[in-house]
């Protein structure tokens, strides 16, 4: 019912930013949280940031300070803003959509690569 497209990703150095993008479309409920999740080659996904659509947020604490998460609630999209990146912000970040209802939903992108390194 519900697609998640990312976009944004790619490589950079140390230091440098990136802003991701996450569209979703289909069946979209009123009221949820979308957010961002990573995961490195090896090690299991862990959460980076999420945002209720009532504008509520959450960070990692390792992205504290760094990245920002907002939304666009009348295009269910969702960003990321990353700076001063380092090496260890490698991975692949997954886009998340969890509507309100129908309860247990759970929703991923496919995914877009980011790397930092000089």
């Known amino acids: 019912q519900v697609q998640l497209v990312e976009s944004g990703g790619g490589l950079v150095q140390p230091g440098g930013s990136l802003r991701l993008s996450c569209a979703a479309s289909?069946?979209?409920?009123?009221?949820?949280?979308m957010g961002w999740y990573r995961q490195a080659p090896g090690k299991q996904r862990e959460l980076v940031a999420t945002?209720?659509?009532?504008?509520?947020?959450n960070y990692a604490d390792s992205v504290k300070g760094r990245f920002t998460i907002s939304r666009d609630n009348a295009k269910n999209t969702v960003y990321l803003q990353m700076n001063s990146l380092k090496p260890e912000d490698t991975a692949v970040y997954y886009c998340?959509?969890?509507?309100?209802?129908?309860?247990?939903?759970?929703?991923w992108g496919q995914g877009t690569q980011v790397t930092v390194s000089s």
């Open positions: 289909g069946s979209i409920f009123s009221d949820y949280v």
């Open positions: 945002i209720h659509t009532r504008g509520s947020t």
């Open positions: 998340n959509y969890r509507p309100a209802l129908p309860i247990n939903s759970n929703y």
